[in-house]
């Protein structure tokens, strides 16, 4: 077959920058980082606790779901410290996987497509691990900027793709691993000669960027989106946060100025609803019905916690006062709940239910908040009355709860 023209002609590509060095010194970087960003993931998955009746929107994850544990309710700053890593983290290697796909651009066009059977089996691998990683990480980067239009949902395709993409990613890290760190050792400028990649063009144009120019401009970027993460992160911080929709509002007044995420007239939830007919039922052995005076008139607690959004943002901490989870279960007859299912008000659209499991229902700080920081809860933050659950993902802090349903399983 002849060899087409354009790319597939070795001498098309000529930046002098392509060669062993930057492929290798990318891809170690990557080695060192991509797997902090699967393991928060996957961390973050087990925090969401799939395996309760009411959270599982993966039902067929089978094995890839095999690894779950019970996510603690505590350090409070757990989920934040592991959502801030996953999305942060995520976002500065954007940069870097970038620069990696352009280094090794050429290979693309190798030419004839597969010399042997191996070197076809090696080249569809790339498919999981180039389509896999795009794909996780499209579908992160447009998750957070509001932008929910993945097909069969966000949480079921981040999750499969990663699957693919790591699984995709450990073979080549074996395959390549000798390679690399000859490349990363290699410091003067390959030739097609010295090169054992093959990237090193066999007719270079002249420079217009040094290779340690490149870096500086590759860490200048990652730095960028760096200081992006972090300021969704850190109230002081938050004007830094550029390109994020959540990070930079602010919403409400005085102790209820901190992020919404999904407002109430978002959710369509009224002000009637909320208002005095507002009724609390707590399902159990003996279900009762609670207005707001009566929650106010239980015991209060005090809890200081964040609310830690998937989607790498987080507040700091908020003084939440209410009821107790596990004073509302013995009230509801269920002392040794280990099971609560709790719903809002809201009628349709995601996260209107959330379960969580004995750890969360019996820890001190775990509350339904009828206040924060000395106000009442405004609408959006979730008035009359909110979960909010140390280290739990902020998805699961249910506001304009109606109905709490305490269980032994
Ligand atoms: N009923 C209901 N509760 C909800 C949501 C929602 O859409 N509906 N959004 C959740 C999400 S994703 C987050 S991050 C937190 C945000 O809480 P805040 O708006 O008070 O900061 O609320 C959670 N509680
Ligand atoms: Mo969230």
Redesign the pocket.
């Known amino acids: 077959m002849r060899r087409p023209p354009g790319p597939f002609r070795p001498r098309f590509f000529r930046s002098p920058l392509r060669g062993a060095r930057l492929t290798s010194v990318l891809g170690l970087v990557l080695l060192c980082s991509v797997p902090i960003v699967f393991l928060t993931g996957l961390a973050s998955y087990a925090a969401y606790n799939p395996d309760l009746a009411g959270n599982d929107q993966t039902p067929d994850a089978g094995l890839l779901a095999g690894y779950l544990f019970r996510w603690p309710s505590g350090p409070s700053w757990l989920y934040r410290l592991n959502q801030g890593t996953h999305i942060t983290l995520g976002l500065v290697l954007v940069p870097v996987v970038l620069a990696k796909l352009w280094s090794v651009l050429p290979k693309l066009f190798t030419w004839p497509p597969a010399t042997s059977v191996s070197h076809a089996v090696e080249r569809l691998s790339l498919l999981g691990l180039v389509g896999g990683g795009l794909f996780t990480f499209a579908t992160g980067i447009v998750n957070i900027q509001y932008w929910y239009v993945v097909p069969g949902g966000f949480y079921a395709a981040h999750l499969y793709g990663a699957w693919i993409f790591m699984g995709s990613f450990a073979a080549h890290a074996v395959v390549k691993f000798s390679t690399m760190r000859a490349g990363v050792r290699c410091p003067r400028p390959a030739t097609p000669l010295t090169d054992p990649t093959g990237l090193a063009s066999p007719r270079p144009a002249p420079g217009t960027l040094s290779r340690r120019g490149l870096f500086a401009t590759i860490a200048g970027a990652a730095a960028l989106l760096g200081v992006m993460g972090v300021g969704q992160n850190v109230r002081r911080l938050r004007p830094l946060a550029l390109l994020a929709p959540r990070g930079q509002r602010v919403r409400g007044d005085g102790p209820n100025d ?5 407002t109430a007239a978002h ?1 369509g939830i009224t002000e009637e609803q909320t208002g005095d007919v507002w009724r609390l039922f707590l399902d159990g052995a003996t279900p009762v019905q609670l207005s707001r005076q009566d929650l106010l008139a239980l015991p209060q607690h005090d809890a200081d916690l964040p ?1 830690a ?3 790498g943002w987080s ?1 700091g901490t908020q003084r939440w006062s209410g009821v107790r989870l596990r004073d509302l279960a013995a009230l509801a007859g269920v002392p040794d709940a280990d099971l609560v299912v709790v719903e ?1 008000l ?1 009628e349709g ?4 239910t959330a379960s969580f499991p004995a750890n969360a229902v019996h820890d001190g700080d775990a509350v339904l908040a009828l206040r924060v920081s000395g106000a009442d809860l405004s609408l ?3 008035f009359p009355a ?1 979960i909010v659950v140390p280290a739990a993902p ?7 709860v109606s109905t709490m349903r305490f269980e032994v399983a």
């Open positions: 901190f992020p919404v995420n999904k959710r609310i959004c998937v989607e507040t809002s809201q659209g995601a996260f209107r959006d933050h979730g909110r902020g998805v699961r802090n249910t506001k304009w």
